[in-house]
DNA sequence: AAGTGGTCTAGACCACTTG
DNA sequence: AAGTGGTCTAGACCACTTT
Protein backbone atom coordinates (compact mmCIF):
# COMPACT_ATOMS: atom_id res chain seq x y z
CA UNK A 1 0.00 0.00 0.00
CA UNK A 2 2.75 2.34 -1.09
CA UNK A 3 0.56 4.09 -3.03
CA UNK A 4 -1.75 5.35 -0.29
CA UNK A 5 0.78 6.46 1.55
CA UNK A 6 1.82 8.84 -1.64
CA UNK A 7 -1.91 9.94 -1.80
CA UNK A 8 -2.19 10.51 2.11
CA UNK A 9 1.15 13.06 1.91
CA UNK A 10 -0.22 14.73 -1.16
CA UNK A 11 -3.58 15.49 0.54
CA UNK A 12 -0.92 16.48 3.59
CA UNK A 13 0.34 18.93 1.41
CA UNK A 14 -2.97 20.54 0.47
CA UNK A 15 -4.05 20.86 3.72
CA UNK A 16 -1.09 21.98 5.17
CA UNK A 17 -1.11 25.03 2.33
CA UNK A 18 2.41 23.66 0.90
CA UNK A 19 0.59 23.23 -2.44
CA UNK A 20 -2.03 25.58 -2.81
CA UNK A 21 -5.76 25.38 -4.94
CA UNK A 22 -4.62 25.88 -8.22
CA UNK A 23 -0.85 25.37 -8.05
CA UNK A 24 1.09 23.05 -9.59
CA UNK A 25 2.66 19.89 -8.90
CA UNK A 26 6.12 18.90 -9.13
CA UNK A 27 6.07 16.24 -12.29
CA UNK A 28 5.54 12.69 -11.93
CA UNK A 29 9.25 11.80 -12.05
CA UNK A 30 10.43 14.32 -8.77
CA UNK A 31 7.36 12.86 -7.36
CA UNK A 32 8.91 9.32 -7.26
CA UNK A 33 12.47 10.49 -6.51
CA UNK A 34 10.79 12.84 -3.26
CA UNK A 35 8.42 9.66 -2.12
CA UNK A 36 11.50 7.04 -3.33
CA UNK A 37 9.11 5.18 -5.09
CA UNK A 38 8.27 4.66 -9.20
CA UNK A 39 6.56 6.71 -11.03
CA UNK A 40 3.69 3.96 -11.62
CA UNK A 41 3.24 4.18 -7.70
CA UNK A 42 3.02 8.02 -8.01
CA UNK A 43 0.44 7.84 -10.86
CA UNK A 44 -2.06 5.20 -9.27
CA UNK A 45 -2.07 8.22 -6.07
CA UNK A 46 -2.41 10.67 -8.13
CA UNK A 47 -5.47 8.93 -10.30
CA UNK A 48 -6.96 8.68 -7.16
CA UNK A 49 -6.74 11.84 -6.25
CA UNK A 50 -8.15 13.26 -9.89
CA UNK A 51 -11.14 10.68 -9.91
CA UNK A 52 -12.04 12.91 -6.22
CA UNK A 53 -11.23 15.86 -8.49
CA UNK A 54 -8.88 16.98 -5.45
CA UNK A 55 -5.90 16.78 -8.58
CA UNK A 56 -6.72 18.04 -12.57
CA UNK A 57 -3.91 16.54 -14.97
CA UNK A 58 -3.18 18.01 -17.78
CA UNK A 59 -1.71 16.28 -21.17
CA UNK A 60 1.44 18.32 -21.55
CA UNK A 61 1.30 20.87 -18.91
CA UNK A 62 1.31 19.12 -15.52
CA UNK A 63 -1.17 18.38 -12.59
CA UNK A 64 -2.49 20.90 -10.68
CA UNK A 65 -4.48 21.30 -7.25
CA UNK A 66 -7.77 21.35 -7.84
CA UNK A 67 -10.03 24.88 -7.24
CA UNK A 68 -13.33 25.06 -6.30
CA UNK A 69 -14.60 27.25 -9.17
CA UNK A 70 -17.90 27.31 -10.75
CA UNK A 71 -17.94 24.82 -12.51
CA UNK A 72 -16.68 21.95 -10.71
CA UNK A 73 -18.98 22.87 -7.94
CA UNK A 74 -21.93 22.45 -10.74
CA UNK A 75 -20.57 19.43 -11.67
CA UNK A 76 -20.08 17.75 -8.58
CA UNK A 77 -22.51 19.50 -5.98
CA UNK A 78 -25.25 20.72 -7.47
CA UNK A 79 -27.69 18.48 -8.34
CA UNK A 80 -30.82 20.68 -9.48
CA UNK A 81 -31.74 21.03 -13.20
CA UNK A 82 -34.11 22.03 -15.37
CA UNK A 83 -36.51 19.72 -17.07
CA UNK A 84 -34.50 19.85 -20.35
CA UNK A 85 -31.61 18.71 -18.38
CA UNK A 86 -29.60 21.86 -18.59
CA UNK A 87 -28.05 22.57 -15.44
CA UNK A 88 -27.99 26.87 -14.67
CA UNK A 89 -25.54 28.37 -12.12
CA UNK A 90 -28.00 29.91 -9.94
CA UNK A 91 -28.32 33.65 -8.86
CA UNK A 92 -27.94 33.49 -4.95
CA UNK A 93 -29.88 36.02 -2.50
CA UNK A 94 -28.38 36.07 1.34
CA UNK A 95 -31.59 36.24 3.65
CA UNK A 96 -30.31 35.81 6.88
CA UNK A 97 -26.78 35.25 8.77
CA UNK A 98 -26.34 34.60 12.26
CA UNK A 99 -24.45 32.96 14.91
CA UNK A 100 -26.55 30.50 17.28
CA UNK A 101 -25.80 27.27 19.31
CA UNK A 102 -26.37 24.01 17.31
CA UNK A 103 -29.51 22.62 17.81
CA UNK A 104 -28.78 18.54 18.49
CA UNK A 105 -29.53 17.66 15.13
CA UNK A 106 -27.02 19.85 13.89
CA UNK A 107 -24.38 18.94 16.53
CA UNK A 108 -24.86 15.10 15.08
CA UNK A 109 -24.39 16.25 11.81
CA UNK A 110 -21.81 17.99 12.06
CA UNK A 111 -19.83 15.85 15.18
CA UNK A 112 -19.77 18.52 17.12
CA UNK A 113 -19.90 18.20 20.93
CA UNK A 114 -22.37 19.30 23.28
CA UNK A 115 -24.29 22.66 21.35
CA UNK A 116 -21.07 24.62 20.11
CA UNK A 117 -21.53 27.91 18.62
CA UNK A 118 -22.59 27.69 14.59
CA UNK A 119 -23.23 29.92 12.03
CA UNK A 120 -26.42 30.14 10.03
CA UNK A 121 -26.79 30.99 6.76
CA UNK A 122 -30.14 30.93 4.71
CA UNK A 123 -30.37 31.78 0.80
CA UNK A 124 -32.67 31.87 -1.93
CA UNK A 125 -31.32 30.65 -5.11
CA UNK A 126 -32.96 31.71 -8.45
CA UNK A 127 -33.03 30.00 -11.52
CA UNK A 128 -33.82 31.64 -14.65
CA UNK A 129 -34.53 34.80 -12.08
CA UNK A 130 -37.39 33.48 -9.90
CA UNK A 131 -36.87 31.93 -6.60
CA UNK A 132 -36.09 28.15 -6.48
CA UNK A 133 -34.40 26.85 -3.90
CA UNK A 134 -34.16 27.97 0.32
CA UNK A 135 -30.68 26.82 1.41
CA UNK A 136 -30.34 26.74 5.10
CA UNK A 137 -26.57 26.36 5.65
CA UNK A 138 -25.34 25.39 9.38
CA UNK A 139 -21.31 25.72 10.01
CA UNK A 140 -19.46 25.24 12.72
CA UNK A 141 -17.92 28.83 14.29
CA UNK A 142 -14.67 27.45 15.35
CA UNK A 143 -14.02 25.87 11.65
CA UNK A 144 -14.73 29.17 9.97
CA UNK A 145 -12.71 31.24 12.43
CA UNK A 146 -13.42 35.12 11.39
CA UNK A 147 -16.15 34.56 9.10
CA UNK A 148 -19.03 37.64 9.14
CA UNK A 149 -21.42 38.48 6.94
CA UNK A 150 -19.44 40.96 5.43
CA UNK A 151 -16.74 38.01 4.05
CA UNK A 152 -19.81 35.95 3.17
CA UNK A 153 -21.44 38.93 0.97
CA UNK A 154 -18.46 39.64 -0.47
CA UNK A 155 -16.78 36.64 -1.66
CA UNK A 156 -16.46 36.58 -5.59
CA UNK A 157 -16.54 32.28 -5.46
CA UNK A 158 -18.70 29.94 -4.79
CA UNK A 159 -19.42 29.03 -1.01
CA UNK A 160 -17.41 26.20 -1.26
CA UNK A 161 -14.78 28.23 -2.90
CA UNK A 162 -15.25 30.45 0.09
CA UNK A 163 -14.66 27.55 2.46
CA UNK A 164 -11.05 27.02 0.47
CA UNK A 165 -9.86 30.18 0.11
CA UNK A 166 -10.47 31.92 3.07
CA UNK A 167 -10.34 28.74 5.43
CA UNK A 168 -8.51 26.19 3.66
CA UNK A 169 -11.27 24.15 3.73
CA UNK A 170 -11.71 21.58 0.54
CA UNK A 171 -15.24 19.74 0.12
CA UNK A 172 -14.34 16.90 -1.57
CA UNK A 173 -17.33 14.53 -0.72
CA UNK A 174 -21.07 15.02 1.05
CA UNK A 175 -23.66 12.86 1.50
CA UNK A 176 -27.46 13.72 0.92
CA UNK A 177 -31.13 12.15 2.41
CA UNK A 178 -33.95 13.92 0.34
CA UNK A 179 -37.83 13.11 0.95
CA UNK A 180 -41.08 14.85 0.33
CA UNK A 181 -42.91 17.57 1.96
CA UNK A 182 -45.47 19.94 2.28
CA UNK A 183 -43.31 23.53 2.10
CA UNK A 184 -43.11 25.43 5.76
CA UNK A 185 -44.24 28.92 6.40
CA UNK A 186 -41.12 30.16 5.77
CA UNK A 187 -40.07 29.08 2.68
CA UNK A 188 -43.03 29.36 1.14
CA UNK A 189 -42.72 32.82 1.73
CA UNK A 190 -39.12 32.94 0.14
CA UNK A 191 -40.29 30.90 -2.99
CA UNK A 192 -43.30 32.70 -3.34
CA UNK A 193 -45.34 29.57 -3.17
CA UNK A 194 -48.85 28.89 -1.63
CA UNK A 195 -49.48 26.96 1.51
CA UNK A 196 -50.05 23.38 0.56
CA UNK A 197 -47.04 22.68 -2.12
CA UNK A 198 -45.41 19.90 -2.17
CA UNK A 199 -41.45 20.38 -1.85
CA UNK A 200 -37.84 18.92 -1.71
CA UNK A 201 -36.25 18.83 1.39
CA UNK A 202 -32.70 17.83 0.94
CA UNK A 203 -30.04 17.09 4.28
CA UNK A 204 -26.95 17.39 2.70
CA UNK A 205 -23.51 16.60 4.90
CA UNK A 206 -20.39 18.13 3.21
CA UNK A 207 -17.01 16.45 4.15
CA UNK A 208 -13.54 17.87 3.28
CA UNK A 209 -10.54 15.59 3.44
CA UNK A 210 -10.70 11.80 5.93
CA UNK A 211 -14.78 12.18 5.74
CA UNK A 212 -14.61 15.41 8.35
CA UNK A 213 -17.71 17.13 8.09
CA UNK A 214 -18.08 20.84 7.35
CA UNK A 215 -21.15 22.11 6.57
CA UNK A 216 -24.95 20.51 7.10
CA UNK A 217 -27.16 22.08 4.80
CA UNK A 218 -30.95 21.65 4.45
CA UNK A 219 -32.12 22.71 1.08
CA UNK A 220 -35.95 22.89 0.10
CA UNK A 221 -36.89 23.01 -3.69
CA UNK A 222 -39.70 23.92 -5.51
CA UNK A 223 -39.55 21.28 -8.35
CA UNK A 224 -42.34 22.13 -10.40
CA UNK A 225 -39.59 23.23 -13.13
CA UNK A 226 -36.66 21.44 -12.20
CA UNK A 227 -35.82 18.51 -10.82
CA UNK A 228 -32.64 16.38 -8.45
CA UNK A 229 -30.40 14.42 -10.89
CA UNK A 230 -28.77 11.15 -9.92
CA UNK A 231 -26.31 9.40 -11.36
CA UNK A 232 -26.38 5.43 -10.67
CA UNK A 233 -22.76 4.30 -12.29
CA UNK A 234 -19.26 2.77 -11.04
CA UNK A 235 -18.42 2.83 -6.90
CA UNK A 236 -22.03 3.94 -5.55
CA UNK B 1 -5.83 2.67 -25.74
CA UNK B 2 -5.12 -1.04 -25.69
CA UNK B 3 -7.07 -1.23 -22.58
CA UNK B 4 -10.18 -0.14 -23.73
CA UNK B 5 -10.03 -3.05 -27.27
CA UNK B 6 -9.89 -5.53 -24.33
CA UNK B 7 -12.67 -4.05 -21.94
CA UNK B 8 -14.89 -4.32 -25.25
CA UNK B 9 -14.04 -7.56 -25.83
CA UNK B 10 -14.48 -8.52 -22.27
CA UNK B 11 -17.90 -6.97 -22.35
CA UNK B 12 -18.59 -8.69 -25.58
CA UNK B 13 -18.22 -11.77 -24.24
CA UNK B 14 -20.62 -11.36 -21.52
CA UNK B 15 -23.06 -10.06 -23.77
CA UNK B 16 -22.56 -12.95 -26.01
CA UNK B 17 -22.93 -15.53 -23.04
CA UNK B 18 -19.35 -16.34 -23.45
CA UNK B 19 -18.62 -15.35 -19.84
CA UNK B 20 -21.98 -16.31 -18.12
CA UNK B 21 -22.63 -14.12 -14.99
CA UNK B 22 -20.90 -16.14 -11.77
CA UNK B 23 -18.25 -17.64 -14.57
CA UNK B 24 -15.02 -17.67 -13.86
CA UNK B 25 -12.73 -15.55 -15.98
CA UNK B 26 -9.27 -16.98 -17.32
CA UNK B 27 -6.46 -15.87 -15.26
CA UNK B 28 -4.79 -12.58 -16.12
CA UNK B 29 -1.51 -14.26 -17.41
CA UNK B 30 -4.25 -15.99 -20.02
CA UNK B 31 -6.21 -13.21 -20.71
CA UNK B 32 -3.00 -11.43 -21.51
CA UNK B 33 -1.78 -13.89 -23.89
CA UNK B 34 -4.59 -13.88 -25.75
CA UNK B 35 -5.17 -10.01 -26.41
CA UNK B 36 -1.49 -9.93 -27.16
CA UNK B 37 -1.10 -7.61 -24.15
CA UNK B 38 0.88 -7.34 -21.01
CA UNK B 39 -0.60 -8.36 -18.08
CA UNK B 40 -0.26 -4.44 -16.67
CA UNK B 41 -3.22 -3.65 -19.68
CA UNK B 42 -5.39 -6.26 -19.16
CA UNK B 43 -5.17 -5.33 -15.17
CA UNK B 44 -6.14 -1.83 -16.21
CA UNK B 45 -9.40 -2.86 -18.24
CA UNK B 46 -10.07 -5.44 -15.64
CA UNK B 47 -9.82 -2.85 -13.14
CA UNK B 48 -12.53 -0.06 -14.79
CA UNK B 49 -15.13 -3.21 -14.78
CA UNK B 50 -14.40 -3.88 -11.40
CA UNK B 51 -15.29 -0.43 -10.71
CA UNK B 52 -18.61 -0.72 -12.70
CA UNK B 53 -19.13 -3.99 -10.74
CA UNK B 54 -19.31 -5.88 -14.36
CA UNK B 55 -17.00 -8.07 -12.98
CA UNK B 56 -15.45 -8.97 -9.48
CA UNK B 57 -12.80 -10.00 -8.07
CA UNK B 58 -12.02 -12.27 -5.37
CA UNK B 59 -7.94 -12.33 -4.09
CA UNK B 60 -6.66 -16.06 -5.01
CA UNK B 61 -9.55 -17.58 -6.21
CA UNK B 62 -10.12 -15.50 -9.62
CA UNK B 63 -11.87 -13.01 -11.54
CA UNK B 64 -15.44 -13.60 -11.78
CA UNK B 65 -18.38 -12.22 -14.26
CA UNK B 66 -20.82 -10.02 -11.79
CA UNK B 67 -23.94 -11.66 -10.78
CA UNK B 68 -26.74 -9.39 -10.01
CA UNK B 69 -28.12 -10.86 -6.73
CA UNK B 70 -29.56 -8.94 -3.92
CA UNK B 71 -26.76 -7.66 -3.01
CA UNK B 72 -25.70 -5.71 -5.92
CA UNK B 73 -29.22 -4.16 -6.31
CA UNK B 74 -29.29 -2.76 -3.10
CA UNK B 75 -25.83 -1.62 -3.25
CA UNK B 76 -25.94 -0.26 -6.68
CA UNK B 77 -29.35 0.12 -7.85
CA UNK B 78 -32.12 0.95 -4.17
CA UNK B 79 -31.45 4.54 -2.41
CA UNK B 80 -33.82 4.20 0.10
CA UNK B 81 -33.16 3.96 3.32
CA UNK B 82 -35.12 4.22 6.64
CA UNK B 83 -34.63 7.33 8.57
CA UNK B 84 -31.21 5.23 10.97
CA UNK B 85 -29.78 5.08 7.04
CA UNK B 86 -30.43 1.44 7.15
CA UNK B 87 -31.46 -0.43 3.85
CA UNK B 88 -33.68 -3.63 4.31
CA UNK B 89 -34.32 -5.42 0.93
CA UNK B 90 -38.24 -4.86 0.39
CA UNK B 91 -40.98 -7.23 -0.35
CA UNK B 92 -42.64 -7.10 -3.58
CA UNK B 93 -46.16 -7.14 -4.35
CA UNK B 94 -47.24 -7.46 -8.10
CA UNK B 95 -50.06 -5.32 -8.78
CA UNK B 96 -50.83 -5.18 -12.72
CA UNK B 97 -48.78 -6.73 -15.87
CA UNK B 98 -50.21 -5.45 -18.75
CA UNK B 99 -48.94 -5.38 -22.85
CA UNK B 100 -49.62 -2.29 -24.47
CA UNK B 101 -48.05 0.43 -26.89
CA UNK B 102 -45.59 2.80 -25.49
CA UNK B 103 -46.60 6.33 -24.71
CA UNK B 104 -44.57 9.15 -26.24
CA UNK B 105 -42.56 9.55 -22.94
CA UNK B 106 -42.15 6.03 -22.66
CA UNK B 107 -40.64 5.66 -26.12
CA UNK B 108 -38.70 8.22 -25.45
CA UNK B 109 -36.91 7.23 -22.54
CA UNK B 110 -36.67 3.81 -23.52
CA UNK B 111 -34.85 5.12 -27.44
CA UNK B 112 -37.86 3.52 -29.54
CA UNK B 113 -39.13 4.77 -32.55
CA UNK B 114 -42.82 4.86 -33.02
CA UNK B 115 -44.80 3.68 -30.34
CA UNK B 116 -43.79 -0.12 -30.08
CA UNK B 117 -45.40 -2.78 -27.39
CA UNK B 118 -44.26 -2.50 -24.14
CA UNK B 119 -44.92 -4.10 -20.50
CA UNK B 120 -46.03 -2.28 -17.90
CA UNK B 121 -45.68 -3.56 -14.31
CA UNK B 122 -47.10 -2.23 -11.38
CA UNK B 123 -45.43 -3.90 -7.99
CA UNK B 124 -46.23 -2.31 -4.42
CA UNK B 125 -42.64 -2.57 -2.48
CA UNK B 126 -43.19 -2.82 0.78
CA UNK B 127 -40.72 -2.32 4.02
CA UNK B 128 -41.53 -3.69 7.37
CA UNK B 129 -44.88 -4.96 5.95
CA UNK B 130 -45.84 -1.56 5.26
CA UNK B 131 -46.17 -0.71 1.31
CA UNK B 132 -43.93 2.48 0.98
CA UNK B 133 -43.57 2.38 -3.14
CA UNK B 134 -45.08 2.30 -6.06
CA UNK B 135 -43.15 1.16 -9.14
CA UNK B 136 -44.61 1.35 -12.54
CA UNK B 137 -42.15 -0.22 -14.75
CA UNK B 138 -42.05 -0.15 -18.57
CA UNK B 139 -40.05 -2.02 -20.72
CA UNK B 140 -39.94 -2.90 -24.56
CA UNK B 141 -41.65 -6.22 -25.57
CA UNK B 142 -39.10 -6.73 -28.55
CA UNK B 143 -36.19 -6.57 -25.59
CA UNK B 144 -37.69 -9.46 -23.35
CA UNK B 145 -39.19 -11.37 -25.49
CA UNK B 146 -41.09 -14.34 -24.07
CA UNK B 147 -41.79 -12.62 -21.11
CA UNK B 148 -45.15 -13.40 -19.49
CA UNK B 149 -47.04 -12.22 -15.90
CA UNK B 150 -45.78 -16.32 -15.11
CA UNK B 151 -42.09 -15.68 -15.74
CA UNK B 152 -42.44 -12.63 -14.29
CA UNK B 153 -44.17 -13.82 -11.21
CA UNK B 154 -41.87 -16.79 -10.67
CA UNK B 155 -38.60 -15.59 -10.27
CA UNK B 156 -36.59 -16.64 -7.59
CA UNK B 157 -34.04 -12.97 -7.99
CA UNK B 158 -34.39 -9.42 -8.24
CA UNK B 159 -36.49 -8.09 -11.15
CA UNK B 160 -32.52 -7.16 -12.52
CA UNK B 161 -31.33 -10.63 -11.61
CA UNK B 162 -34.37 -11.97 -14.26
CA UNK B 163 -33.38 -9.67 -17.04
CA UNK B 164 -29.89 -11.06 -16.76
CA UNK B 165 -30.66 -14.78 -16.18
CA UNK B 166 -33.58 -15.08 -18.82
CA UNK B 167 -33.08 -12.33 -21.10
CA UNK B 168 -28.88 -11.72 -21.09
CA UNK B 169 -29.54 -7.85 -20.50
CA UNK B 170 -27.43 -7.01 -17.41
CA UNK B 171 -28.44 -3.47 -15.74
CA UNK B 172 -25.15 -1.49 -15.65
CA UNK B 173 -26.30 2.22 -14.88
CA UNK B 174 -29.27 4.41 -14.55
CA UNK B 175 -30.08 7.64 -14.23
CA UNK B 176 -32.50 9.16 -12.24
CA UNK B 177 -34.70 12.50 -11.75
CA UNK B 178 -36.39 12.88 -8.84
CA UNK B 179 -39.13 15.79 -7.57
CA UNK B 180 -41.87 16.20 -5.15
CA UNK B 181 -45.38 15.97 -5.69
CA UNK B 182 -49.14 15.65 -4.12
CA UNK B 183 -49.80 11.72 -4.54
CA UNK B 184 -52.05 10.63 -7.44
CA UNK B 185 -55.12 8.69 -6.86
CA UNK B 186 -54.00 5.30 -7.45
CA UNK B 187 -50.68 5.38 -6.08
CA UNK B 188 -52.60 6.68 -2.74
CA UNK B 189 -54.87 3.80 -3.05
CA UNK B 190 -52.05 1.30 -3.34
CA UNK B 191 -49.62 3.06 -0.36
CA UNK B 192 -52.44 3.53 1.46
CA UNK B 193 -52.08 6.90 1.32
CA UNK B 194 -54.85 10.32 2.04
CA UNK B 195 -54.93 12.93 -0.44
CA UNK B 196 -53.03 15.65 -0.64
CA UNK B 197 -49.89 13.83 0.85
CA UNK B 198 -46.48 14.96 -0.44
CA UNK B 199 -44.81 12.33 -2.01
CA UNK B 200 -41.10 11.32 -4.16
CA UNK B 201 -41.71 10.78 -7.66
CA UNK B 202 -38.26 8.84 -9.08
CA UNK B 203 -38.24 8.84 -12.68
CA UNK B 204 -35.58 6.45 -13.48
CA UNK B 205 -33.75 5.14 -17.19
CA UNK B 206 -32.07 2.36 -16.52
CA UNK B 207 -29.24 1.20 -19.05
CA UNK B 208 -27.28 -2.14 -19.88
CA UNK B 209 -23.79 -2.14 -21.87
CA UNK B 210 -22.92 1.18 -24.22
CA UNK B 211 -25.87 3.04 -22.02
CA UNK B 212 -28.34 1.31 -24.14
CA UNK B 213 -31.63 2.08 -22.27
CA UNK B 214 -33.42 -1.01 -21.05
CA UNK B 215 -36.20 0.08 -18.33
CA UNK B 216 -37.93 3.18 -17.77
CA UNK B 217 -39.63 3.12 -14.21
CA UNK B 218 -41.25 5.52 -12.18
CA UNK B 219 -41.54 5.36 -8.35
CA UNK B 220 -43.66 6.88 -6.23
CA UNK B 221 -42.35 6.80 -2.60
CA UNK B 222 -43.96 7.83 0.43
CA UNK B 223 -41.17 9.38 2.29
CA UNK B 224 -42.68 9.84 5.92
CA UNK B 225 -40.41 7.15 7.24
CA UNK B 226 -37.85 6.74 4.46
CA UNK B 227 -35.28 8.97 2.48
CA UNK B 228 -33.70 8.78 -0.98
CA UNK B 229 -30.28 8.65 -0.25
CA UNK B 230 -27.40 9.79 -2.57
CA UNK B 231 -23.49 9.57 -2.20
CA UNK B 232 -21.31 12.50 -4.53
CA UNK B 233 -18.25 11.54 -4.51
CA UNK B 234 -15.18 11.01 -7.01
CA UNK B 235 -16.93 10.52 -10.30
CA UNK B 236 -20.58 12.40 -10.44
C1' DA C 1 2.72 -26.82 -3.55
C1' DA C 2 0.40 -24.57 -7.09
C1' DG C 3 -2.40 -21.02 -8.79
C1' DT C 4 -4.64 -16.65 -8.27
C1' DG C 5 -4.97 -11.65 -7.84
C1' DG C 6 -2.35 -7.31 -5.47
C1' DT C 7 1.46 -4.36 -5.57
C1' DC C 8 5.55 -2.37 -7.26
C1' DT C 9 9.48 -1.54 -10.29
C1' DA C 10 12.19 0.63 -14.11
C1' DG C 11 12.17 1.52 -17.94
C1' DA C 12 10.16 2.66 -23.23
C1' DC C 13 7.61 5.31 -26.49
C1' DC C 14 3.81 8.47 -27.67
C1' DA C 15 0.77 12.81 -27.59
C1' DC C 16 0.44 17.17 -26.14
C1' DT C 17 1.87 21.93 -24.59
C1' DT C 18 5.01 25.57 -24.22
C1' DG C 19 8.92 28.47 -25.31
C1' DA D 1 13.42 21.38 -28.53
C1' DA D 2 12.26 20.42 -23.99
C1' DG D 3 9.08 19.10 -20.60
C1' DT D 4 4.77 17.13 -19.28
C1' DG D 5 1.33 13.54 -18.65
C1' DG D 6 -0.67 8.97 -21.18
C1' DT D 7 0.06 4.33 -22.32
C1' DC D 8 2.30 0.02 -22.38
C1' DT D 9 5.74 -3.51 -21.36
C1' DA D 10 7.93 -7.45 -18.86
C1' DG D 11 9.08 -8.75 -15.36
C1' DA D 12 9.48 -9.34 -9.63
C1' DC D 13 7.66 -10.40 -5.19
C1' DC D 14 3.80 -10.76 -1.92
C1' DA D 15 -0.83 -12.31 0.14
C1' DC D 16 -4.36 -15.27 -0.28
C1' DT D 17 -7.01 -19.55 -1.57
C1' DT D 18 -7.34 -24.13 -2.90
C1' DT D 19 -5.69 -28.82 -3.44
Redesign the pocket.
Known sequence: ????QVKRQLIADIQSGVAAPGAA?P????LARRF??????V??AVDELVAEHVLV???????FVGKMDRERFMFQFFKIAGRDGVSEFPQVRLHTFTRSRATREEAQALGLHGTQSVFCIDNVLLLKGRPVIHDHIVIAATMFPGLTEDVFTKRTATIYGLYQSAFGITIVEADERVRAELVSLESARLLNLPAGMPVLRIERVAYTFDRKPAEFRISVVDTRDVDYVSRMRDAA
Do not use: A, P, W
Not at 1 to 4: A, E, G, N, T
Open positions: MLYRLNETDNVSIGTRRRQQGRGT
